[in-house]
């Protein structure tokens, strides 16, 4: 068994879930005396993460490439110390990662997932991705639903089908209409059996 922490990686649309199921995962994983902790992107406590948060929130324009590339910039910011605490025997729950800045942004006019791809091309590779699914008009009922810039249906419709071009037989789908509960003792157990078979050595992103 590794000695390392394992990366685990939760994605999907808009409010399906994924913020909650991510501290009540950390959470569980610490009730059984496994080290955990949670990683949010984008890290709106950085310089960079601060000048994305405005832009989310319609505060500030900026380019579709140019706040890409400042999304990628603030996982790259956070690397290092990801990469310590794994050594350390450290699990990280990530809200959020490359793929939803791929699937996100390939959904705008013009941008390719090749290009959207290329600046997180070496980033941490996850060891266990879940990805939370529901129809976009079931999501639109939920509370809070538009607060933000790309919760609208039409736009998450196209986000979805990008997130299919990225997901791989690795990935494992979740249904995020089931209750909270069920939700969280799937990935609890998924994790744990992960867990048993981590390799040694983490593996880079998008370069094999």
């Not at 390392?4 to 990686?9: D, P, T, W, Y």
């Not at 590339?69 to 990662?97: C, H, P, Q, T």
């Not at 419709?157 to 789908?173: G, Q």
């Not at 979740?174 to 992960?194: G, K, M, P, Q, Y």
């Amino acid at each position: 068994m590794a000695t390392r922490g394992a990366l685990i990686v939760l994605e999907g649309l808009d409010r399906t879930g994924k913020s909650t199921q991510a501290r009540t995962l950390v959470k569980n994983l610490n009730s059984k005396g496994i080290l955990a902790e949670l990683q949010i992107f984008p890290d709106r406590t950085t310089q960079i993460g601060k000048v994305i948060s405005e832009y989310l929130s319609h505060a500030r324009d900026l380019d579709d490439r140019a706040i890409h590339l400042l999304f990628s910039a603030n996982r790259w910011e956070k690397k290092n110390a990801m990469v310590s605490k794994l050594e350390k025997g450290i699990s990280l729950v990530v809200d959020r990662y490359a793929f939803s800045g791929v699937a996100f942004s390939s959904a705008k006019p013009g941008l390719s997932q090749e290009w959207c791809r290329q600046p997180d091309v070496g980033l941490l590779k996850p060891d266990v991705v879940f990805f939370l699914t529901a129809d976009p008009e079931t999501l639109k009922q939920r509370g809070g639903y538009g607060e933000e810039r790309y919760e609208n249906v039409e736009f998450q419709k196209r986000v979805a089908a990008e997130y299919s071009e990225l997901e791989d037989p690795s990935w494992i789908r979740v249904d995020a209409t089931w209750s909270a509960e069920r939700i969280a003792e799937h990935l609890l157990t998924t994790v744990e059996n992960t867990m048993r078979a981590l390799p040694e050595k983490m593996r880079e992103l998008w370069v094999d």
